[in-house]
């Protein structure tokens, strides 16, 4: 599986955190990772890690983006903008093995996929003002 497929199966993690109890996580990601055909034990970690580490830093990813998207505070944005930013906030900061260009082209992929019609643009701005301060 490549780091796009991946970092899309966070993003759906993510998002799935928003409709289910932190209790409730981890029975739901195992079913949604049951339902991964061809997944090795590799990859399942390489997903659980990452999305338990962006879990980690989720506050001080809120706080960011709080302070960088004016008018638009994370309980305003829509639930999938706001996951894609969170993990590519992550990625940004936190993870060394990802470029900031590749998580932004990512993030902008994703919003593009599974965002609406402006949710492109606003995680790219988003993203390019949490870039120039960094």
Do not use: C
């Not at 599986?1 to 195992?30: A, Y």
């Amino acid at each position: 599986m490549k780091r796009r497929e991946m970092r899309e199966h966070i993003f759906k993690l993510l998002f799935m955190g928003e409709f289910n109890t932190v209790e409730e996580m981890p029975e739901q990601s195992s079913l949604y990772f049951e339902t991964l055909e061809e997944l090795s034990p590799q990859e399942e970690e390489y997903m659980r890690g990452k999305y338990e580490k962006v879990l980690e830093h989720v506050e001080e990813i809120d706080e960011l983006l709080n302070k960088v998207s004016s008018g638009w505070k994370v309980n305003r944005m829509s639930k999938v903008d706001l996951n894609i930013l969170r993990l590519a906030v992550y990625e940004m900061k936190y993870d060394e093995d990802v470029p900031f260009k590749v998580a932004i082209n990512e993030a902008v992929e994703l919003s593009k996929k599974f965002g609406g019609d402006e949710s492109s643009s606003f995680v790219n701005g988003i993203l390019g003002k949490i870039a120039k301060e960094q």
